[in-house]
T-cell receptor
């Protein structure tokens, strides 16, 4: 069965600093992968999705970017964080009924 | 704009009662419908998904789908305090595609 790993679990970063969040998937090959963000008290917003290596689609114009350097690796990045980038970042894959990783809680201060 | 609507709640039910959670969606092309449970500070856990009109049962949970009315619901029988969480409804257009989420309904089960 599929397992989605995310790290770190929590992160506190100053405004203007860079960001790199990693998602790796085990138990499947070439899955579609998704990055969602959940702001405090809000629903999940799709940020990026990827159907394969090097293939990235952006859903919302923003301060973030994504990359897929390997089949089972999906990375979310920013060059300069904003306060509004704070939130709970979740990686997901539709394999096995659309499951999520454990998430990274980012606080920008 | 494709939308998924849920009552934010909180919905409060006594222990042992049936909790009924509702969701409507705007895109008639939606094909798959998902229910997630999310405890505070945790990632969403998949409860069940449904593709076809009618009911689908899994233990204490029953999902009901009515595509003509663009409506999907989740029933939780014999509700327990441990069921207290936010329940998220999500839909997608095609298998493996992106999900569109509702805002979630907060459920509180009182002992």
């Amino acid at each position: 069965s599929q397992t989605i790993h995310q790290w770190p679990a929590t992160l506190v970063q100053p405004v203007g600093s860079p960001l790199s969040l990693e998602c790796t998937v085990e138990g499947t090959s070439n899955p579609n992968l998704y990055w969602y963000r959940q702001a405090a008290g809000r629903g999940l917003q799709l940020l990026f999705y990827s159907v394969g290596i090097g293939q990235i689609s952006s859903e919302v114009p923003q301060n973030l970017s994504a990359s897929r350097p390997q089949d089972r690796q999906f990375i979310l990045s920013s060059k300069k964080l904003l306060l509004s980038d704070s939130g709970f970042y979740l990686c997901a894959s539709p394999v096995g009924g659309y499951t999520f990783g454990s998430g990274t809680r980012l606080t920008v201060v | 704009q494709k939308e998924v609507e849920q009552n934010s709640g909180p919905l409060s039910v006594p222990e042992g009662a049936i909790a009924s959670l509702n969701c409507t969606y705007s895109d008639r092309g939606s094909q798959s419908f998902f229910w997630y449970r999310q405890y505070s500070g945790k990632s969403p856990e998949l409860i069940m998904f449904i593709y076809s009109n009618g009911d689908k049962e899994d233990g204490r949970f029953t999902a009901q789908l009515n595509k003509a009315s663009q409506y999907v619901s989740l029933l939780i029988r014999d509700s327990q305090p441990s069921d207290s969480a936010t329940y998220l409804c999500a839909v997608n257009e095609n298998q493996g595609g992106k999900l569109i989420f509702g805002q979630g309904t907060e459920l509180s089960v009182k002992p």
